[in-house]
């Protein structure tokens, strides 16, 4: 013992925080913490000092060691939970918050929190309604006004353009509601609007990335092949800024305008020389792009070891049929992320490649893809359909995603306040479950059936609707899910033609690799059937007719990690 006081400690701890001796400060604390083990507000102020200096581990187990000295405290698990969510763990935080919902009822920073994790666990009703009550507490309080808002866009409630005015009146400094403000005005309808705002703001902060990722959106709306010229104009204006050309880059490879994505990669190299990122950007697109041989070089000459170089590059090798070396590759990004989809997209390939009898074991195509029957009101289908005409006409092209035509339905799908689209999930969810009862036995080494037990929830929920004719899905992966979904809605005649025409392609390789293996599955839409397979299975479609197509699809994930209900 020192003989110190906690307000000692405290002090002297803060003083080093003022010096900038973070270390210091942390070893201060530490020390205090020591001298006053069961000191629960002491303990509680060192989870702020550690939160401050970004420490967020460390600063939930101190907030988490406060509370069990306090078990009744809600400032403590309030705090508790801001660290929970800040490291991407918001369903332990609104686990947390519940039990103090009765002594937190006056409290508006209680239910700011509480509604920052809600709506950071996919619980956006829920998020709603505790923004609401903060602001029924304290009508100006920032960043429930900013959630609030967010939540309007999300749900497609009328009055987010309302709202995210009210919070830049609270707030007008903050760029990320001045986005808000320009994503309202889209979804609204006045895209000329959203575009002058963005504009606006953009010629002040040429570097503003999402006010450059919103500009793309918007010229793709229009119809614009130079979506993204404008990325050009901003590295231009801000020459020192190098994830200019890397969003830019990105953002063409995704449209498979990859020989423009590796010449721009190669045009920024000359600026950045030293940056890792940008060295693999241009060998990765120049792959893509078809040079195989330049590909090879900068492959070679990468100073990076991560798991996304190593993707990348078993990639190129499937490429060249080079089998053996892409296993090697993607043993080592396996080694840092064993449970990539990514990871297991290849691997799946490059067994094929070597008719390696694991790729039957990884695909099971018999007993993994799948169609459930939906369930629901026989005019669930009909009702949803109508609901959705709707909601596409003012929805656009998708910027960035697998979709070539069409539109897309902002944002999550289930998120919305329609109670069909409730009705819709309902009946999913159902078939999900029927689903994962139907699976093999689970198998703690494989990447789908390890989750086989525990069970899926529903994770980023959209709507597709094709007219064009020509349009088509190329063929991708969903590399945040476990389990992926096409649900038909709408088919036109010609579906059923010798043309198959809009039918959902598995294990087709996307045309970049060049790889010529067929699809390992195949499925008819027909409207309400749920298609339900791996995500790490390679999956487009054939192209459609000029009639009308529309599904609704989704991602399935562990449900511990999915949105709460």
Known sequence: MSGKSPRQWLEQAGAAERRGERAEALAVIAQAVADHPRDAALINDAGSLAQRL?????????????????????????????????????????????????????????????????????????????????????????????????????????????????????????????????????????????????????????????????????????????????????????????????????????????????????????????????????????????????????????????????????????????????????????????????????????????????????????????????????????????????LHQGSPLPLGQSLRGGTQTRGRLFDRTEPVLAELRQAIEGAVERYRQGLPDADPEHPLLRHRDAGFALAGSWSVRLTGGGDFHIAHIHPEGVISSALYLVVPDDAHGPDKSGWLELGRPPPDMRLDLPPIATIQPEPGRLALFPSYLFHGTTTFGRAERMTVAFDGVPRDQGPQN
């Open 54 to 390: 970004g420490e967020y581990e460390l600063a939930e187990a101190r907030f988490a060691a406060a509370l069990a000295l306090a078990p009744d405290n809600t400032d403590f698990a309030v705090n508790r939970a801001i660290a929970l969510t800040a490291l991407g763990r918001p369903r332990e935080a609104v686990q947390i918050l519940h039990p103090f919902e009765t002594s937190g009822e006056r409290i508006a920073r209680y239910w700011s929190v509480r509604a920052n994790a809600e709506r950071a666990a996919g619980m956006a009703a829920q998020a709603g309604r505790s923004y609401d009550r903060c602001l029924a507490l304290q009508p100006n309080h920032p960043r429930a006004l900013h959630g609030r808002a967010r939540i309007a866009i999300e749900r497609g409630e009328g009055d987010a353009v309302a709202r995210f005015d009210r919070a830049l009146a609270a707030n007008p400094r903050d760029p990320d509601l001045w986005l808000g403000k320009a994503q309202a005005l889209d979804v609204a309808g006045d895209m000329a609007g959203a575009r002058d705002l963005v504009q606006q703001i953009l010629a002040q902060a040429p570097g503003w990335m999402d006010g450059l990722r919103l500009m793309a959106q918007l010229n793709l709306a229009q119809g614009r092949s130079d979506f993204a010229e404008h990325y050009a104009e901003a590295a231009a204006r801000a020459p020192d800024n190098p994830a200019i050309p890397v969003a830019h880059a990105n953002l063409l490879a995704v449209h498979d305008r990859f020989t423009q994505a590796a010449d721009i990669a190669t045009e920024a190299r000359g600026r950045f020389p030293n940056d890792p990122s940008l060295a693999l950007l241009e060998a990765s697109y120049t792959a893509s792009a078809g040079d195989d041989g330049r590909a090879e070089v900068l492959f070679a000459a990468l100073d990076l070891e991560t798991s996304e170089r190593w993707l990348q590059e078993a990639r190129h090798a499937l490429r060249l049929h080079d089998v053996s070396r892409a296993h090697a590759l993607l043993d080592r990004a396996e080694e840092e992320t064993p449970w990539s989809v990514s990871g297991w997209a290849l691997r799946g390939l490059a067994w094929r490649l070597s008719d390696d009898p694991r790729a039957e074991w990884l695909y099971r195509p018999d007993e993994t893809i799948r169609p459930p029957p939906l369930g629901g009101a026989d005019d669930l289908i009909e009702r949803a359909v109508a609901v959705l005409r709707d």
